[in-house]
DNA sequence: CAGGATCCCATAGGATACTG
DNA sequence: CAGTATCCTATGGGATCCTG
């Protein structure tokens, strides 16, 4: 580690360009498997999907689970800790929405809407969505 | 750009490993001057400080300003789309804080205290005092 | 379907020396 | 003092093919 900086420690665990879009993936766009992850807008290629899943999952922000049944499909899920990231991601998304311009379409930036609207209660609304599905 | 999602924009614009450091070193250290980055604990070479540098003017995240006077010395400021950055920079923090358990040093979250204690006037303290900085 | 293996290229980045 | 230049290595990452 560089050092005993909590900037610099947020930074080496997800401060790489595919971690955060993996979560988001998750956490917007419900996705949950290998091949949906693939399929996303921003074309990971297989070998960086691999190793950012195992990276993920050694920092405890994901778990695996063999599919409930005789297939050997793999699920992803969020842990509590990848859901407090929340705030990190929206605030990242509100940035980008206040200086990208016509970089970003609104339709790509539905996720933003209830913090738009109210940051705490939008905030708490995704979180509860998330945990539910957490459970599940 | 690989997509036109909020969250990639703001990856793509500062999602590296040292952009964030180099901001968190203006805002809070308040480092101004080329040598002044380099004796961060994290240690950036000459060429990657330099090219970041360029970086952060180009997306206007900083500005460059001849140092008043004969010297040839020059000082670096925040834009009002850095100061922006500050919520996702305390973010980061405030998730580590949680997460990081040891790794990170009291001393070294020191930029959290204010936020810690109220996030919406902490922030607001914060900003002020960059912007009046920025003015100068 | 998940992901490992391989190949190959581009970029990141450390170390050091040099320039205006 | 603020970079540039150079050299070299490590890592990131795209493409493709292979395997349990």
């Known amino acids: 580690m560089r050092s005993a900086c909590p ?4 930074l ?13 993936d998750m956490m917007f766009f419900d ?6 992850f693939l399929s996303s807008e921003e ?6 999907l691999a190793d950012r899943l195992l990276m ?3 920092e405890e922000l994901i778990t695996k689970q063999k ?9 992803y899920s969020l842990t509590e800790k990848a859901i407090d990231l929340l705030p990190v991601i929206l605030e990242i998304g509100l940035w ?9 379409t609104p339709e790509k930036a539905f996720f ?9 209660t939008g905030m708490k609304k995704i979180t509860d969505k998330l945990r539910n599905d957490h459970i599940l």
Chains 1, 2 share one sequence.
């Open 67 to 75: 599919d409930t049944g005789h297939k050997q499909r793999i699920r």
């Open 7 to 10: 900037l610099n420690f947020g």
């Open 56 to 58: 993920l999952e050694k």
């Open 112 to 120: 933003l809407v209830e913090v738009k609207k109210d940051r705490e």
């Open 12 to 24: 080496e665990q997800f401060g790489d360009k595919w971690s955060l879009l993996i979560l988001r």
């Open 31 to 36: 996705k949950r498997y290998y091949n949906e």
């Open 96 to 104: 980008s929405d206040k200086h990208a311009g016509k970089l970003i």
């Open 43 to 48: 074309a990971i290629s297989t070998n960086i």
